[in-house]
Each structure stands twice: as C-alpha cells, then as structure tokens.
Antibody
Framework: EVQLVESGGGLVQPGGSLRLSCAAS????????MSWVRQAPGKGLEWVSA????????YYGDSVKGRITISRDNSKNTLYLQMNSLRAEDTAVYYC??????????????WGQGTLVTVSS | DFQMTQSPSSLSASVGDRVTITCRAS??????LAWYQQKPGKGPKLLIY???TLQSGVPSRFSGSGSGTDFTLTISSLQPEDVATYYC???????????FGPGTRVDIK
C-alpha cells in the first residue's frame, strides 16, 4: 500500500524558514517523480514544486521560485521542501504527491494527508 | 497567461441525479487532463487521467471526456459519498507545468 506522510509544518514568523519532509512507502521511491502542492485555508490547490525520480531535475511554480528548494533522498525514501523567506501568503496545507510516471509530466496518483504551515508574527 | 477554468463553481443535486462539471483550458493541452476529488480535511484523490481514463478502484459512475481545451467530468448517478470538491488539472509540459482549475463544490440537495 502506497503511503505518503508529511511532517515539519508549524508556526513560523515572516521571513523565517521551514523544512518539510514526506516519508514514502509501498513503492520503489526512486522510480517516480514527486511533487508538492499547497492549499491555502478555504482556497483551491496550487502546484508548488516537482522533482524527477533521480533528483537531478527540479521544477518550481512562479509564486515560490527563488525561495523554495525541493530535494529527495532516495536512500531514505524521503522528499523534502526547504522554504525560506516565508510570507503570510505561504500559509497553507502542504501536500506531498506521487507522480504516476518516472518523468515529472504526469498525473498525481497518490497524495498524503498534508502538513499545515502557518506564517504569522 | 495560461488558465484553467471550471463551471459551475458549486452545485447542489439530488441523490441519483446526473452531474456534469466542465473544465476549460485557455490553450490546447491535448488530453493531458486529470480530475481529482477532495473531501474536507483530506488529500485529493485521483479519479480520471488522460481526460477519460478511470483510475483503478474508482467507481464506474465517474467518467471523463474531452480533448484540446474543453473537458467534462460526469457523475452518472450522484451518491451521498460523492459530496466533495472536484478539481481539474493539466499536466503537460507547457504552458506551465501543472495548473489546477479553481474547483467545483458538489453538495446533496
């Protein structure tokens, strides 16, 4: 059974940093691209970032480019999202999602339950 | 600027009704279109991909159609467990890697 478990969310002050993790199990992690999607309170889904299975090709959404770094450790079956210079508008539930194919351009066939990031003073 | 739109933004229907949600892309995306269902407090669930392919384990009352810029998600007979928000998503390489529609909230009348 595929499982994706996010962690690392919490309350952070504007301008601060946070690192999110997503522990994956139930599939060969290195064979699939992974992605982060966020959802602000009461709002829709916004794609944040994606990374290829090998970890050599990251992609970022326009709203986070330059402030966020996606990475993965295939030996630990874990996906990461390093977030810096956080703003109030980054407040959201952050979901980890598995891409259904090895390349980044694919649908998201499994999602985690999300971790809440709140940026506030 | 590339956009995905959905209509309606919300709907209320009776159990057993046929429900149709429309998604439109501002530029052609071939059939690189997925539909997701999200229930309150939960992560989204993939229903349909490649515009019309049913994800394994999804009830057959869900179906998708369309290509290019106009797409449709249909629930042939609405059930109480289908109360959720539904999102379309394009997932080809350009323009923009991934873009979600704004969502359609479905309730029971």
């Amino acid at each position: 059974e595929v499982q994706l478990v996010e962690s690392g969310g919490g309350l952070v002050q504007p301008g601060g940093s946070l690192r999110l993790s997503c522990a994956a199990s139930g599939f060969t992690f290195s064979n699939y691209a992974m992605s982060w999607v966020r959802q602000a309170p009461g709002k829709g889904l916004e794609w944040v970032s994606a990374i290829s299975g090998g970890g050599d090709t990251p992609y970022y959404g326009d709203s986070v480019k330059g402030r966020i770094t996606i990475s993965r450790d295939n030996s630990k079956n874990t996906l990461y999202l390093q977030m810096n210079s956080l703003r109030a508008e980054d407040t959201a539930v952050y979901y980890c999602a598995k891409v259904a194919v090895p390349i980044v351009y694919g649908r998201f066939d499994y999602w985690g339950q999300g971790t809440l990031v709140t940026v506030s003073s | 600027d590339f956009q995905m739109t959905q209509s309606p933004s919300s709907l209320s229907a009776s159990v057993g009704d046929r429900v149709t949600i429309t998604c439109r892309a501002s530029q052609g995306i071939s059939n690189y279109l997925a539909w997701y269902q999200q229930k309150p407090g939960k992560g989204p669930k993939l229903l349909i991909y490649a515009a019309s392919t049913l994800q394994s384990g999804v009830p057959s009352r869900f179906s998708g159609s369309g290509s290019g810029t106009d797409f449709t998600l249909t629930i042939s007979s609405l059930q109480p467990e289908d109360v959720a928000t539904y999102y379309c998503q394009k997932y080809n390489s350009a323009p923009r890697l991934f873009t979600f529609g704004p969502g359609t909230r479905v309730d029971i009348k």
